[in-house]
């Protein structure tokens, strides 16, 4: 039976997953240039779309099966981070009625900073490849 933090583990890391996923279909089915073409008008290089849409649609496949899990969680910590920086830290923790605050990114890289740390959950494909506990 696997240890309450072995579930908790799983499940954060199948949700953040999920949530990823959901974002980088999102991005591909605006179209990658449209994104581009935001970034863009709110001071972000529009070449880094086509970074941070794959990176989320990948990542979060990868997140949901537990595959190179605490590289992409590295990865999405310093993308949330770029993206706070970057265009939320203006509009404030909650926002400020024409753009959403960063509360769900600090929330969300809280998430994956903690699975970029954690020791494979036991329903992931990176328990297979981990090193046997002595």
Do not use: C
Not at 93 to 122: C, R, T
């Amino acid at each position: 039976m696997m240890a309450s933090t072995a579930w908790v583990s799983t499940i954060m890391r199948v949700v953040l997953g999920i949530l990823f996923l959901a974002h980088g279909i999102s991005k591909f089915q605006m179209g990658l240039g449209n994104v581009a073409g935001w970034f863009d008008s709110i001071g972000i290089p529009g070449s880094l779309a086509y970074i941070v849409g794959p990176l989320e649609l990948v990542g979060g496949i990868l997140l949901i099966v537990g595959l190179f899990t605490r590289y992409v969680s590295a990865l999405f910590v310093l993308m949330l981070l770029g993206a706070i920086v970057t265009a939320k830290l203006s509009a404030g923790l909650l926002g400020n009625g024409e753009m959403a605050g960063y509360e769900l990114d600090l929330a969300f890289m809280l998430v994956a900073l903690y699975l970029s740390v954690a020791k494979p959950a036991p329903l992931s494909v990176d328990r297979m490849f981990a090193k046997p506990a002595n």
